[in-house]
């Protein structure tokens, strides 16, 4: 074998390993630098410390991109992050070079139905990744001031403020009140009332009061205990079984009285009576009347027994006519 044949396997046997080098660093991911990204810019008005470029972006815990630059917006005083997304993680898209536009037309109404950005802990490390997700109402207004840097062939997604942020805002807030309370006047206050509270309390009205009370409460222990004592389980028992007795002798009492009343036939015997003093004031009256006739009928037989008195004759020749009187 000559000089030149050996350094032809040489370059061969060379170039055969770079191959599968390269085949190997694109297979561990160098691919990505060769797939199509669309990016993203957003902006944040608190500390994006933990948060650095290459760090992931993530729709609802799924990684979809990384942050590809970090940088600060003067006008606004907010600190601009550019992401660059794989369309390829999201199925309706599966865009490639040319068709962007279909992502794009999907993100626009997805930021419509409240999607956002915002900033959350990878752990216990402190390393912060973005995370996208529904974190505004639909509808909810986007707040893009005109004064922004926008990013050039970017789409803007709007952000919402960490829940560390909002929890400090919370405790901000709490402590600032808290801050306002004056503690002062209200131990002191608290000092006079305790005060007050104690000269009643020393007064001895109040103390014969309380110790009466406790008295009676002693009172009324012994009471109830002496109750206690009279009233054991055995009286208990027999006086529970007398008042079942008298309850039954109750029950009976009341369903005899009602058969009673039923055999009585109360309606038909109340309509009857009613009945009866109904005709017997028609017979008063009929009474009433007949005795007015008796009445005239003895006043006309006095007036006649007067003049057959007076006039015996006047059987046999009649009345007398008053002319005839003259």
């Not at 061969?12 to 297979?27: Q, R």
């Not at 930021?111 to 216990?124: H, Q, T, V, W």
């Not at 103390?207 to 109750?227: D, K």
Request: hydrophobic share 40%; net charge negative.
């Amino acid at each position: 074998m000559n000089e030149r044949q050996q350094n032809l396997r040489i370059g061969i046997f060379t170039a055969a390993g770079l191959l599968l080098l390269l085949a190997g660093l694109f297979c561990l991911g160098l691919s990505d630098l060769f797939a199509d990204k669309i990016q993203l810019f957003t902006y944040f008005s608190e500390s994006v410390q933990g948060l650095s470029v290459g760090s992931s972006v993530k729709y609802r815990g799924v990684p979809v991109g990384s942050v590809s630059k970090l940088s600060i917006d003067m006008d606004s005083k907010k600190v601009l992050v550019t992401m660059e997304i794989d369309p390829a993680h999201f199925h309706r898209t599966r865009i490639r070079t040319g068709i962007s536009g279909t992502f794009d037309n999907m993100l626009q109404k997805e930021i419509k139905n409240g999607l956002r950005c915002r900033l959350e802990f990878a752990g216990i490390t402190g390393m912060k990744f973005i995370e996208l997700d529904y974190f505004a109402h639909p509808d909810a207004p986007i707040n893009l001031l005109e004064h922004y840097a926008l990013v050039r062939e970017a789409e803007y997604i709007p952000s919402v403020p960490s829940t560390i942020k909002d929890l400090t805002a919370t405790l901000s807030g709490a402590l600032d009140r808290l801050g306002k309370i004056r503690f002062e006047d209200i131990a002191g206050e608290l000092e006079r009332s305790l005060s007050k509270l104690s000269d009643l309390l020393s007064d001895p009205a109040i103390s014969s009061a309380i110790n009466r009370i406790n008295e009676a409460a002693e009172h009324l222990e012994a009471g109830s205990g002496t109750i206690l004592r009279v009233l054991d389980e055995n009286r208990l028992n027999r006086l529970l079984n007398t008042l079942e007795k008298d309850l039954d002798v109750l029950n009976n009492l009341g369903e005899q009285l009602t058969r009673t009343t039923q055999e009585m036939k109360l309606p038909e015997t109340t309509s009857a009576f009613r009945k009866g003093l109904t005709e017997l004031s028609e017979g008063r009256e009929s009474l009433d009347d007949t005795l007015s006739k008796l009445n005239q009928t003895l006043e006309s037989i006095k007036i006649l027994t007067d003049y057959l008195s007076t006039d015996p004759s006047s059987i046999i020749k009649g009345k007398k006519n008053p002319a005839n009187r003259k």
